[in-house]
């Protein structure tokens, strides 16, 4: 198989374009001898001569002519594609793929995701959100977003604000006349919110209080894999429900909703965006990590 180097191919465009070996040398930053030398290793190569040449000229063969026609654009194109690769070391564009969990994307999604698309325009944002655990080299992600305790340990993780904490939510117009859960054995004897985890299994709600877990099974009319139904069911009285307090902040300040079993929800972990390590990183990665620890140290600070 026969295999040129760029250099070899650039140099029969440029005597081409600057009608001498002498000059083409010049433009290449290479001697005549060395140019002279890679063309004749070329044609040798080929079978066939490029350029007829004298000591006062040089001009393409037939066989030289047909192959600028072809070598040109396959090499303009090789260049554009060079260039454009090139600029994304500059000015953030491209593609950035990004696996998260669904309730970990909902909480970076405003403060994080959106402001960098305002700041880059020129960037795309492919999120994909699931349940289940990937490996976000194999599966082509550029980062991932997962609780600090499930990301691998051969990745690089960058905390994301605060501890995050469940929240067990009610409405006034459900609480209304019943007693309030005190412990959560209590729930037992409420409606509340099933929830089905991605593996299709119902997911017991998780409690801890002084070191000691709990989980309890509880029972209710509804099952529901997506948190914005369950808030909507929450929301119109339909029974207790179990969120991240993210998913419900604004309520609870508002008093849509109300608080309970506080004490037997204690912090998580928090957030990481988590990457593995990599050499020359796109303009667009770097962006996005320097805005996340930017997010990260002002979440802190609140």
């Not at 796109?282 to 600070?301: C, D, G, M, N, Y």
Request: charged share 25%.
């Amino acid at each position: 198989m026969i295999r040129q180097s760029f250099i070899e191919l650039e140099a029969v465009l440029a005597i081409v374009r600057r009608g001498s070996f002498r000059a083409a040398a010049l433009e290449l930053g290479m001697s005549t001898t060395a140019l002279s030398n890679a063309i004749g290793k070329l044609e040798r190569q080929l079978g066939v001569r490029l350029f007829n040449r004298t000591t006062r000229s040089v001009s393409l063969t037939d066989a030289g002519r047909s192959f600028v026609e072809r070598v040109g654009p396959a090499l303009g194109t090789i260049h554009e594609a060079m260039e454009a690769v090139r600029s994304q070391q500059e000015t953030p564009s491209g593609t950035l793929r990004i696996n998260a969990f669904a309730t970990a994307a909902r909480e970076i999604f405003s403060p994080l995701i959106l402001e960098f698309l305002r700041r880059y325009p020129q960037v795309h944002i492919d999120l994909v959100t699931e349940g289940r655990l990937v490996d976000v080299v194999a599966d082509g992600f550029d980062l991932g977003v997962r609780s600090a305790d499930l990301v691998p340990s051969d990745m690089i993780a960058l905390p994301l604000g605060p501890a995050r904490r469940f929240s067990v939510v009610a409405s006034p117009s459900y609480l209304k006349g019943k007693n309030r859960p005190r412990v959560p054995s209590d729930l037992l004897g409420h409606i509340c919110l099933c929830i089905r985890l991605p593996n299709g299994a119902p997911y017991r709600w998780h409690f801890e209080k002084n070191g000691e877990p709990l989980q309890i099974d509880v029972q209710g009319p509804i099952t529901l894999d997506e948190a914005s139904l369950s808030r909507i069911a929450a929301l119109e009285g339909v029974g207790i429900g179990f969120f991240m307090e993210h998913d419900v902040r604004d309520d609870l300040a508002s008093g849509r909703l109300i608080q309970l079993l506080e004490d037997w929800t204690p912090p998580l972990n928090p957030l990481c965006l988590y990457y593995p390590s990599r050499r020359n990183p796109s303009a667009a990665f770097k962006a996005f990590i320097k805005l996340a620890r930017e997010i990260s140290v002002l979440t802190r600070r609140e």
